[in-house]
RNA sequence: UCCUCAGUAGCUCAAUGGUAGAGCAUUCGGCUGUUAACCGAAGGGUUGUAGGUUCGAGUCCUACCUGAGGAGCCA
């Protein structure tokens, strides 16, 4: 195992003068009469360590097989580079080539690739400068948001991955079956459909959409919770910000109302920014200078001013007096649309924006009601590029209201026989939200399409590797 | 799912309906410690697939496949 203290970025920070052995891919090779410059990464840091060899030091052989790809082990001594672009480098003695990387069929060249092919290379495109940075920040993006939540004391809940309760709304839920789907049993008492009381869970069963609903249970719990895991849609969504498995976080808490949600979700998302600004600075600059040249002033800017705030009814009046053509016609009642949206944030406030207060009957069942008998205690966090990142609301608590919007709604009751239980046992107000985890990767990296900051896309059609 | 655009060498791209090209990569050779190194040479193509129009199609038409963007749905 290579230990931390001896990765490229720990060697990068070494005095010069220190004896030291790296291992890493070769990303690119120089050669000059008398040396070779070999740079090698190894997926620690964004910068290459550069191993400068002597001619001679090793043999025909073995240089040969040193070409981009390959994976070696050097050692030698750190030393100060008189060449401009790294402060050290490593002076080799000894070059072994682990793992060959034939160049006429590797892949990945020295060259630039664009993201759509380097898609196609989804073994190889890890190795990529692009892509490396974009699964560091991940990473530190993924530990920043525990951080945050235990630092606050809520509790990590692990929310079920299959469920049999179908309707929770949110969308085309992909099936979960054992039975045979050539030849499923049916039940003949029943018009022949499939006898699912054969299948593996006695009932229809699938991936789930949200774990929101179990989250409740657990913060009528421990107050404070929260979920990050996997998350499935079935939707036929082809656009650069959807996908068909992503992840999400979805924090609960009991006796907190919709501002209490609000102030948490501001907290949180400049808190992951200050995280990954502070921790992931290299990446970050790299896409700053390569995909989007206003990533650094943007996320400084989110981190340090206070988000917009306005109910819906307010931004539908300043949608309908902006004087603009709309495709999607603004008027009160219908949602926003992509264009409204953009126009909020990225032209109007230049900022992330949370809209409350929506109109009961384009929001769930489950958001409580305001007292106008219109609107719901809803929320979304719109922000500039991505559009919404955030979706939450309060929770309605309230037994009757929450019997009668079930049927307004035309969903079962005896299905929610446990939610409502919640409010019959116990209940208190109690508010949440969900975050999209990659579409805050592509806030915080500027990456356009959502495919590029996951590590295996699934989408439409596509579940390779 | 709908709309729009695109598909030419390993990669990034060019080619008025008239002999399919360049840069990079690769291979070989050269070169004062290079930074997307540099210089020279060579190999590399059923122009996404199947039809059609035409004396002649990479180019025009039709269908399909693949990719991207926009829309819807949403996180």
Not at 182 to 190: D, H, L, Q, V, Y
């Amino acid at each position: 195992m290579i230990r931390g203290e001896r990765t490229i970025r720990h060697l990068l920070a070494l005095p010069p003068g220190t004896k030291a052995t790296a291992h890493g891919w070769i990303k690119t090779r120089r050669d000059s009469k008398g040396v070779h410059f070999i740079q090698i990464n190894d997926g620690s840091s964004f910068p290459d360590l550069q191993i400068v060899l002597e001619a001679g030091k090793t043999v025909e052989e073995t240089l040969a097989k040193a070409t981009t790809g390959a994976a070696v082990r050097v050692s030698g001594e750190m030393v100060e580079s008189p060449g401009k672009g790294q402060a050290v480098e490593l002076r080799a003695e000894t070059l072994e080539v682990i793992g060959a990387s034939p160049p006429e069929t590797y892949p990945l060249q020295k060259k630039r690739h664009n993201l759509e092919t380097l898609r196609e290379f989804g073994h190889f495109r890890p190795r990529s400068n692009t892509f490396g940075a974009v699964f560091r920040v991940r990473n530190a993006l993924a530990y920043a948001i525990h951080k945050f939540f235990q630092e606050r004391g809520f509790l990590y809940v692990h929310a079920p991955i299959l469920t049999t309760s179908d309707a929770e709304g949110a969308g085309a839920m992909f099936q979960v079956t054992t039975l045979d789907v050539a030849n499923p049993p049916r039940s003949p008492e029943n018009g022949g459909r499939i006898d699912y009381t054969k299948d593996f869970f006695s009932k229809p069963a699938y991936l789930t959409v949200s774990g929101q609903l179990e989250a409740e249970i657990f913060a009528l719990a421990f107050t404070n919770v929260y979920t990050f895991g996997p998350t499935f849609r079935a939707e036929n969504s082809n656009t650069p910000r959807h996908l068909a498995e992503f992840w999400m976080i979805e924090p609960e808490m009991a006796f907190c109302d919709l501002e209490g949600n609000q102030q948490l979700a501001e907290e949180f998302l400049k808190y992951l920014i200050s995280y990954v600004m502070e921790h992931c600075r290299p990446d970050l600059e790299f896409f700053n200078q390569r995909y989007e040249p206003s990533l650094l002033a943007t996320l400084e800017n989110v981190a340090g001013s206070e988000f917009a705030r306005l109910p819906y009814t307010q931004a539908v009046e300043i949608l309908e007096k902006s004087g603009r053509q709309w495709e999607f016609p603004v008027s009160w009642g219908s949602d926003l649309q992509s264009e409204h949206e953009r126009y909020l944030t990225e032209e109007i406030f230049k900022r992330p924006v949370i809209v409350t207060d929506y109109p009961a009957r384009i929001k769930a069942f489950y958001m409580r009601s305001n007292d106008d008998g219109k609107t719901v205690r809803a929320m979304d966090v719109l922000a500039p590029g991505i559009g919404e990142i955030i979706g939450g609301s309060q929770r309605e608590e309230r037994l009757d209201v929450l019997l009668e919007k079930l049927r307004e709604h035309r969903l079962p009751e005896e299905n929610y026989w446990w939610y409502l239980d919640l409010r019959r046992f116990g209940g208190v107000p109690h508010s949440g939200f969900g975050l999209g985890f990659e579409r805050m990767m592509m806030y915080v990296t500027g990456m356009k399409n959502i495919r590029d900051v996951i590590p295996f896309p699934r989408t439409p059609g596509h579940a390779e590797f």
